[in-house]
């Protein structure tokens, strides 16, 4: 296993991180959204523990979940694994998240003062914790003004609740404005973007990834095998394979015609490397010095040794170079005209003035 800091920070985190989304979803909930989270996954706490052992077996040491993941399932049963298993809190970093609907009341949702702070305390029960390691807001409140979710965030960190925050799923404008808020205010500042990201799916490097590199904020990838697009059980000819996820939950948004033009050009380098295109896919991924932490998901042991595998995966040049160029994004404004107006300055030429005969003495 690898592992790099978190965003700017001096935490070290593991390259693949273990989400948990699929803990929990026990299809006998009265939640509203029980449907979804059952055909996301069912694992019980057995599974869990299994996958949890096999996670740390391989070296990962960090694990994602969210409050509103199966109605707070998903935290409860990785808590309880955490226990079940012996593990020792200070060798884990627990990532989880707040802002989806968790109640039926008016503010059991959002980036409020008010609902962060009561959900941080349900979390921290739930988890059977002291404190959460990356604490994230896991979706844009256009209601609750920045700074006010800001100034909560960083009460928690200073009452020791929570150690590092980040956010998900946001505008690029809107990081930008909470990192300068956090600067000129003294707030904790967001040290991590959760966000999608596959070579399906290449959006977020038009403007998110450019911040990010400025900034030096860490990169947490979700979904990165677009819900199991580029698991290989997908192709042209089978769109709709039993069996999977996406074939009932067609999600994230994703341009297949696109896609089997690069699973096209994805099976000879997954033959050549003898392995499965979804190990592939991780290794693009993981070769992205953007890259902090890639969530990886599974409900068999065999899928999460499969996906631990990619870390060993290392892509020639020319087959980056192949991958790169098939699944390139098509040019936008004014992305096309930044390195048509800036070549000169991007690469410049020393321009030598001929000395006069003065300045020569």
């Known amino acids: 296993m690898q592992y790099k ?47 949890v052992k096999a996670s740390i077996d391989a070296g990962i040491n960090f694990f994602d979940t969210a409050d509103v993941y199966s109605g707070g399932q998903s935290e409860r049963i990785l808590g309880q694994s955490l226990k079940n298993l012996n593990i020792p809190r200070k060798d884990v970093v627990i990532a989880t998240k707040v802002y989806g609907r968790v109640g039926q009341g008016r503010n059991d949702v959002g980036a409020s003062r008010g ?41 928690l960190v200073t009452q020791g609740k929570v150690r590092y925050i980040g956010c998900s799923n946001w505008q690029s404008w809107k990081i930008a404005k909470a990192l300068g808020i956090s600067e000129f205010k003294n707030l904790a500042r967001f040290d991590t973007l959760q966000a999608y990201y596959s070579i399906a799916g290449r959006d977020l490097e038009r403007d998110l990834v450019p911040l990010l590199e400025a900034e030096k904020t860490g990169l947490l990838v979700w979904s990165p095998l677009a819900g199991g697009l580029l698991s290989g059980k997908f192709s042209r000819a ?15 948004i994703v341009d297949k015609e ?38 990886i998901g599974a409900k068999r042991i065999e899928q999460l040794q499969d996906n631990v595998a990619a870390v060993d995966v290392k892509l020639t040049a020319e087959q980056i170079k192949q991958l790169d160029e098939v699944s390139a994004l098509p040019p936008e404004y004014p992305g096309w005209m930044l390195p048509f107006q800036g070549s000169n300055r991007l690469a410049p030429t020393v321009r030598q003035i001929p000395q006069t005969a003065a300045a020569a003495k």
Request: charged share 20%; glycine share 4%; hydrophobic share 45%.
């Open 238 to 252: 089978n769109q709709k394979p039993e069996n999977s996820r996406r074939s009932e939950f067609d999600f994230p």
């Open 115 to 155: 609902h962060i702070m009561d959900a941080v305390d349900a979390s921290l029960q739930r988890l059977q914790m002291d404190h959460i390691d990356l604490y994230q807001i896991h979706g844009n409140d256009a209601v609750t003004p920045i700074e006010e979710t800001l100034r909560a965030l960083d009460t």
């Open 5 to 51: 800091t978190l965003g700017d920070t001096g935490l070290l985190v593991s390259t693949l991180c273990f989400g948990t989304m699929t803990f929990g979803g026990n299809q006998d909930s009265a939640m509203a959204d029980a449907r979804i989270w059952k055909m996301i996954g069912a694992t019980d706490q057995a599974e869990a523990d299994s996958l």
């Open 258 to 295: 696109r896609t089997w033009k690069i699973l096209d050009v994805m099976a000879p380098i997954a033959k050549a490397h003898n392995c499965s295109p979804a190990r592939i896919s991780l290794a693009w991924l993981l070769a992205k010095p953007v890259v902090t932490s890639v969530i």
